[in-house]
């Protein structure tokens, strides 16, 4: 016997994804309800408001990734950066095809001053899901790195490091209008 999926008769027995995202089975309305209304919250940068919705929503699903990792967005931004950054790692170790728990780990990475590794990790975000607005969002905001003064040293080299200073301070935030030869 077959399936009727998406408007379509399915004469096997393969269930086609949806285009909605699959729910954790644990899941109710009225935590849905709640991570809704943070998620709106959390895009206003009203993030004490939000964490207490998102605490609300734990009690009822503890071990939801996508809850866990705005609930340490929130906790990060609103001062504890290591808890958040605890939180948001629990998150991604819980769902690591989850591209919003790499951004939210990045974002507070960032935050920390770990740029390399919040770069990776949007990169990350980006590569699982390229329509992902909030991975390219942050890609985009952290820039393009100038490729370094003496390209056959390392970044790490102090002469380049001190070069390239120099040249931020020349050139400021001017891309080199120069030719890579």
Not at 30 to 38: N, P
Not at 56 to 72: F, M, Q, T, W
Not at 137 to 158: C, H, K, T, W, Y
Request: aromatic residues 8%.
């Amino acid at each position: 016997m077959g399936t009727r999926i998406a408007g379509t008769y399915n004469k096997g027995n393969d269930l086609r994804a949806t285009a909605e995202t699959p729910k954790a089975p644990s899941e109710t309305f009225e935590s849905q309800d709640l991570f809704r209304r943070a998620q709106v919250l959390v895009q206003k940068r009203n993030y004490d408001r939000a964490e207490s919705l998102l605490a609300e929503a734990i009690k009822i699903v503890p071990d939801n990734a996508r809850y866990l990792s705005y609930y340490g967005l929130c906790i990060g931004m609103l001062g504890r950066a290591g808890e958040g950054e605890n939180l948001c790692a629990r998150a991604l170790k819980l769902d690591p095809t989850s591209p919003i728990a790499c951004v939210n780990l990045g974002r507070l990475r960032l935050m920390l001053g770990n740029r390399k590794e919040a770069h990776d990790l949007f990169s990350r975000a980006y590569a699982m899901d390229n329509t992902q607005s909030a991975a390219a969002l942050e890609l985009s905001a952290m820039g393009v790195r100038r490729q370094p003064v003496i390209p056959f040293l390392s970044r790490d080299n102090p002469l380049n490091m001190v070069l390239g200073r120099f040249r931020h301070r020349i050139l400021g935030f001017k891309q080199p209008t120069w030719k890579k030869l």
